[in-house]
């Protein structure tokens, strides 16, 4: 458990060891989420990067990319036709 001080402004420092979980580097953005009345603190970037990958998910399958190996072949057959 790590503790902070808010501010007269409303900021507070996160603990270096929260910034390292949360893989937070100086200018990121942070995420407040809720749920059943808890507040989570999240890396907004990495939260857009698994809704990316979750959207693309439906669309790897529709051209039968079920896993690394057969995206890195798509990859590079659209390399060679350029």
Do not use: W
């Not at 995420?31 to 439906?58: H, P, R, T």
Request: glycine share 4%; no cysteine; charged share 40%.
């Amino acid at each position: 458990m790590e503790l902070a001080r808010v501010s007269s402004k409303g900021q507070i420092t996160i603990p270096i060891e929260i910034r390292k979980k949360l893989k937070l580097k100086e200018g990121d953005k942070v995420l407040f989420a809720e749920e059943n009345g808890n507040i989570f603190v999240l890396n907004a970037s990495l939260v857009a990067l698994k809704e990316i990958q979750e959207n693309m998910k439906d669309e790897a399958k529709k051209q039968y990319l079920n896993s690394e190996e057969d995206v890195n072949e798509y990859v590079e057959k659209i390399r060679e036709e350029r």
